[in-house]
């Protein structure tokens, strides 16, 4: 069982950049690939990025590519998503998730992952 709290969310304008933190309790952290994905309102959940145990694997939304990197760093048992540029579009709830299977093409799939946090508020002014 894992535990998942993301935080860092909160209202940025067009352009800034926010952090945001996933930490994780629960039994090997290290195991897990995790991912984050975001909702928008009236939207579908939608794909991110995630990265696999060792952090040295990562794929990203190309919405997202060259702006948002992932990062997890396993001894605070925490992943990380900086955003950079951020655009209105970007307005969503983020979600961190972490899956016990493995970094594969199926990573970017909702279904793969078997833990969720409840989310953080990601607001992008325009």
């Known amino acids: 069982q894992v535990q998942l709290e993301e935080s860092g969310g909160g209202l940025v304008q067009a352009g800034g950049s926010l952090r945001l933190s996933c930490a994780a309790s629960g039994r090997a952290f290290s195991l897990y690939v995790m991912g984050w994905f975001r909702q928008a309102p009236g939207q579908e959940r939608e794909f991110v990025a995630t990265i696999n145990w060792s952090g040295l694997m990562t794929y990203y939304a190309d919405s997202v590519k060259d702006r948002f990197t992932i990062s997890r760093d396993n001894t605070k048992s925490t992943v990380y998503l900086q955003m950079n540029s951020l655009k209105p579009e970007d307005t969503a709830v983020y979600y961190c998730?972490?899956?016990?299977?493995?970094?594969?093409?199926?990573?970017?799939?909702?279904?793969?992952?078997?833990?969720w946090g409840q989310g953080t508020q990601v607001t992008v002014s325009s």
């Open positions: 998730a972490a899956s016990s299977g493995s970094f594969s093409g199926s990573a970017y799939r909702g279904g793969h992952y078997d833990y």
